[in-house]
T-cell receptor, first 114, second 112 residues
């Protein structure tokens, strides 16, 4: 079946420093999957941060970027300069057009220190 | 923007109790999902549906039933709750398969 792997469960970064959260995926789908980053702020549900549906393309939102790399099956999330308000849990996810159910990574809790 | 609401927001029950979690979406999405979120596991899919009367089994269905009564409403039923079902439950909807999911605020369930 399909799967999504996030290797870091928790990340702590100082304000104004750069960030990278790793995400790799695997799928049995013949077609390339849709890839997503969701964010969950404390006390709230998940919300879409960015998505990319075409291999090779980059998505961006709120200063975050992620590039869909089909060769390395990766979709890493990056930000050049984090802010305290970015503290949240980030989930990488995959969706396919075939019968496979959507898949989420385990989530990465980001803490930004002032 | 899609709106997904869940009720109750918090629930405490005892082992063996009967619990129903409710979810409503107001954007006429075809797909609805129930997940549980536990530390270290991320979101795990319990059940999902692609329309009224339809039900698909997810990855962790044991101990859970679900019913999609209308396009808008999707219910998760725990008929004999156990402490292992203590978790944070999220409902979500999407227009199509593989599309962006819109999430509710979550229901925190404690089974004593």
């Amino acid at each position: 079946g399909d799967s999504v792997t996030q290797t870091e469960g928790q990340v702590t970064v100082s304000e104004s420093k750069s960030l990278i959260i790793n995400c790799t995926y695997s799928t049995t789908s013949i077609a390339y999957p849709n890839l997503f980053w969701y964010v969950r702020y404390p006390g709230e549900g998940l919300q879409l941060l960015l998505k990319v549906i075409t291999a090779g393309q980059k998505g961006s939102s709120r200063g975050f970027e992620a590039t869909y790399n089909k060769e390395t099956t990766s979709f890493h999330l990056q930000k050049a300069s984090v802010q305290e308000s970015d503290s949240a849990v980030y989930y990488c996810a995959l969706g396919t057009l075939n019968n496979n159910a959507p898949r989420f990574g385990a989530g990465t809790k980001l803490t930004v220190k002032p | 923007e899609a709106a997904v609401t869940q009720s109750p927001r918090n629930k405490v029950t005892v082992t063996g109790g009967n619990v129903t979690l409710s979810c409503r979406q107001t954007n006429s999405h075809n797909y609805m999902y129930w997940y549980r979120q536990d530390t270290g596991h991320g979101l795990r899919l319990i059940h999902y549906s692609y329309g009224a009367g339809n039900l698909q089994i997810g990855d962790v269905p044991d101990g859970y039933k679900a019913t999609r009564t209308t396009q808008e409403d999707f219910f998760l039923l725990l008929e004999l709750a156990s402490p292992s079902q203590t978790s944070l439950y999220f409902c979500a909807s999407s227009e199509g398969r593989g599309d962006t999911q819109y999430f509710g605020p979550g229901t925190r369930l404690l089974v004593l």
